[in-house]
């Protein structure tokens, strides 16, 4: 049902392109060369003595105090057996050029993170600056004459209603909040939603509200949509069974207030893993579930703003599936540049962190992400921002150049007009496949090497298309792509055998009946040196992933396959040097 959706909408969008998200620019202050470019940003001076990226130039604007309001949301017939009206809690800080009458624009940070957790161990409330998120807005913004808001969701803090993790109510919330955002006497009508994570996720509820003020929105490793997230072509990643328990209680104040919070129709998300583990094709009703919880099929056509996608290559938290899977045959990013959003993206090899975040950018082991550190932390991470921010939510300042910054896995930076390149050539290798694969049995795929001269450049999704014999209704695969001649682990790929055809829709398999699994390998940009052959060592469950509820019963034969590689050639000219040096953290 989501792929006809996804795709019936985007033939619908087809005739706007190039309409979406665009303002109407200040041309008292537009101007080209108001920034230096970003070719010449790793010959200026920066400010990487803190935790967080700065700004080149701080603003003149001081902050004001912290100010705090409650927003009423109708929600009867939100929630079965819930509330008939709730509360969003925020918190704001203004910029001291608000008290002349200035209007400002507003960046908000949207999360159930705010006095989270057990009591006794809780983290701040919505009224003290979020650490790394709020703080780094808070330096970098607000003298420059932007509000930071943060926002409580549902159930949380001192928002009341039911906690419906990321279903349509909890959307319904931010909707307000944002609305609330945009028609403040101090506001200028635009708002931004900006954070990592659940705080990415929020992002992509907000935008498939379609508000008004919603002007841009920059997810960081943000969850897209919440079945992809914990299912990848059905293999279950083992926090899929506890997910929205855990954050069901750390959300709990453990007093008669919880009440309100778990609602009827919420409940259900406490069986949506074991669930859709245990009955795969089977699961009589939890479609309807994950469905709701996916945002960025809905807000395709219905948001009206631009996005800044930041996407760690090597996140297994919030993994690049979440921006460049989809349907078979698409996958986000592009539809969206296609459907004509304007789309910038910063891709690093960094883990499930923002792209300034060096204190962990430093733990990466090798082969996932180690051998990017040197050059991983982008310390223009806060001037990258500002000059999107100016334009999108203060039309000031040339549009910014709407390209993707990707980082390779042995940490060269460089600049593509999109991500993965569509001037990819995919290239078939010669390999051997066979053997069968279970619970106490492997398979190595051997490659051979595509060059004995020149070094090959993986830019994508590599394709693995594997001939089997399934021995039962499950069973799964785990594939890991690794350079032959040095072990080294390239990138990943699972699927669960009743997904073969690719994306969310489980199919009964006959055992013993051949089929075709069409695997996707998770987006990587790397280089093989020359000389170098491949292989893909196929296992029943790897990292982070359940083995098949079927357990021992359901050994899947190989009898043959197809690697199919997106290769690019790039001359260079193209490479982007980044701010670094002897006395930036991460190399310290």
């Not at 395709?300 to 996407?311: D, E, P, T």
């Not at 078979?328 to 910038?344: I, L, M, N, S």
């Not at 203060?394 to 549009?399: A, D, L, N, V």
Request: hydrophobic share 35%.
């Amino acid at each position: 049902m989501r792929q006809t959706i996804a795709v019936a909408t985007l033939l619908l969008l087809l005739p706007l392109s190039g309409c979406l998200g665009e303002p109407e620019p200040d041309t008292r202050d537009a101007n080209d060369g108001m920034y230096p470019s970003i070719w010449e940003r790793h010959t200026l001076d920066w400010n990487w003595t803190g935790s967080y990226a700065r700004v080149l130039n701080d603003g003149p604007h001081t902050p004001l105090p912290v100010q705090e309001a409650f927003i009423d949301v109708d929600t009867s017939g939100t929630w079965e057996g819930g509330p008939d009206s709730a509360e969003v809690h925020l918190s704001y800080w203004l910029p001291s050029n608000t008290e002349a009458g200035e209007q400002v624009p507003v960046i908000a940070v949207v999360s159930p993170y705010f006095d989270y957790g057990s009591p006794g161990s809780q983290s701040s409330p919505t009224n003290v600056v979020g650490a790394g998120r709020g703080e780094f807005i808070y330096d970098n913004f607000i003298p420059h004459g932007y509000a930071l808001a943060q926002v409580a969701v549902f159930a949380t803090e001192l928002s009341t209603g039911c906690f419906d993790y990321r279903g349509d109510g909890e959307g319904q919330g931010i909707h307000a909040a944002v609305e609330w955002l945009g028609t403040q006497p101090w506001s200028n009508g635009n708002v931004a939603i900006y954070g990592k994570s659940y705080e990415g996720a929020t992002a992509w509820e907000a935008a498939a509200q379609g508000s008004e003020h919603l002007k841009t929105i920059v997810p960081i490793s943000g969850t897209t949509a919440l079945g992809p997230l914990l299912y990848k072509n059905g293999s279950a990643e083992a926090r899929s069974q506890v997910m929205h328990s855990n954050y069901g209680g750390s959300i709990l104040d453990y007093d008669s207030d919880d009440l309100d919070n778990l609602c009827g129709d919420v409940m259900e998300g406490f069986l949506a893993g074991p669930t859709r583990y245990g009955l795969g094709e089977l699961d009589p009703y939890m479609d309807n579930y994950y469905d709701e919880r996916s945002h960025i099929d809905k807000a395709l056509g219905l948001y009206n703003g631009s996005i800044y996608w930041v996407q760690g290559m090597q996140d297994w938290n919030v993994d690049p599936h979440q921006v460049f899977g989809g349907p078979p045959g698409t996958h986000w990013y592009q539809t969206y540049v296609d459907a004509g959003y304007e789309v910038g993206g910063m891709l690093g090899q960094w883990e499930h962190n923002y792209p300034d975040q060096w204190t962990k950018h430093n733990a990466q082991p090798t082969g996932y992400g180690g051998e990017a550190i040197h050059n991983m932390t982008r310390w223009d991470w806060g001037q990258d921002l500002f000059e999107w921010m100016e334009y999108y939510l203060k039309g000031i300042g040339e549009r910014p150049a709407l390209h993707a910054q990707i980082q390779r896995n042995d940490g060269e930076w460089r600049i593509e007009d999109t991500w993965p390149p569509l001037d990819a050539a995919w290239t078939e290798t010669d390999c051997t496949y066979g053997g069968s694969v279970g619970s106490t049995s492997t398979v190595t795929v051997a490659c051979e090497a595509l060059s004995s001269t020149e070094p090959i450049h993986i830019s994508g999704l590599p394709t693995l298309h594997l001939e089997v014999t399934p021995s039962f209704d499950g069973g799964q695969i785990f594939a890991e792509l690794r350079d032959a001649t040095t072990g080294l682990r390239l990138g990943h790929a699972t699927m669960d055998v009743r997904y073969h055809a690719g994306g969310y829709d489980a199919q009964t398999v006959v055992p013993f009946a051949p089929l075709t699994m069409l695997m996707e390998f998770q987006g990587m940009d790397v280089i093989v040196p020359a000389g170098h052959g491949l292989e893909i060592v196929l296992t029943q469950s790897g990292e982070d992933y359940l083995p098949p509820a079927c357990g021992n019963l359901c050994p899947i034969t190989v009898n043959d396959g197809a690697l199919t590689l997106p290769l690019i050639e790039r001359d260079g000219s193209t490479v982007l040097i980044t701010p670094q040096g002897e006395s930036a953290a991460n190399n310290a």
